[in-house]
T-cell receptor
Framework: AQSVTQLDSHVSVSEGTPVLLRCNYS??????LFWYVQHPNKGLQLLLK??????LVKGINGFEAEFKKSETSFHLTKPSAHMSDAAEYFC?????????????FGTGTQLKVEL | EAQVTQNPRYLITVTGKKLTVTCSQN?????MSWYRQDPGLGLRQIYY???????DKGDVPEGYKVSRKEKRNFPLILESPSPNQTSLYFC???????????FGPGTRLLVL
């Protein structure tokens, strides 16, 4: 069975400091992995995705993530947080199940950015 | 303009009264899926459809039905809604499940 675990439900950083949102996955097959962001009262937007190409993936708004197979991790980072980054972030895994592809979301990490 | 539309956006109903939430996309995507979002639980996939011929259960299909008669539409049907189906529902579409998913604006459902 596939699953994805976001290790922190809430992360608080100061503006201008680095951001680290942690995600671990479990899968019997080679996964596709994504990070989505949801701003308050808005829909979800793709930040970045890993689909078995380069292990370091760059996304929008300065975010990037590194796929580490040995650690089954796909942590999201940004060198310098901005107030507009305050949102909820979801790590997602897509796995072929034989009948099709399911998408499993983590429970989310709420990022707070303080002045 | 590329769009995923859901209707209605807000719905208050009573236990047992059948309802349908529609989802439509104009991007010619093959893959469509439904999710419910509950506090502390993230989004959970209800059903997905690989294409008009293949539809399968996600992680929380109980109490829901779907239909994919044509490529652009993927309605979610609650035959007999119950209060535990009160939630925020999202439809999503993508060319393939391992590609970018585009989410609709959400439907907030309250079952009394």
């Amino acid at each position: 069975a596939q699953s994805v675990t976001q290790l922190d439900s809430h992360v608080s950083v100061s503006e201008g400091t680095p951001v680290l949102l942690r995600c671990n996955y479990s899968s019997s097959y080679s996964p596709s992995l994504f990070w989505y962001v949801q701003h308050p009262n808005k829909g979800l937007q793709l930040l970045l995705k890993y689909t078995s190409a380069a292990t370091l993936v760059k996304g929008i708004n300065g975010f990037e993530a590194e796929f580490k197979k040995s650690e089954t991790s796909f942590h999201l980072t940004k060198p310098s947080a901005h107030m507009s980054d305050a949102a909820e972030y979801f790590c997602v895994v897509s796995i072929y199940t034989g009948g099709g592809n399911k998408l499993t979301f983590g429970t989310g990490t709420q990022l707070k950015v303080e002045l | 303009e590329a769009q995923v539309t859901q209707n209605p956006r807000y719905l208050i109903t009573v236990t047992g009264k059948k309802l349908t939430v529609t989802c439509s996309q104009n991007m010619n995507h093959e893959y469509m899926s439904w999710y419910r979002q509950d506090p502390g639980l993230g989004l959970r996939q209800i059903y997905y459809s690989m294409n008009v011929e293949v539809t399968d259960k996600g992680d929380v299909p109980e109490g829901y039905k779907v239909s994919r008669k044509e490529k652009r539409n993927f309605p979610l049907i609650l035959e007999s809604p119950s209060p535990n189906q009160t939630s925020l529902y999202f439809c999503a579409t993508g060319d393939r499940p391992w590609e970018t998913q585009y989410f609709g604006p959400g439907t907030r459902l309250l079952v009394l």
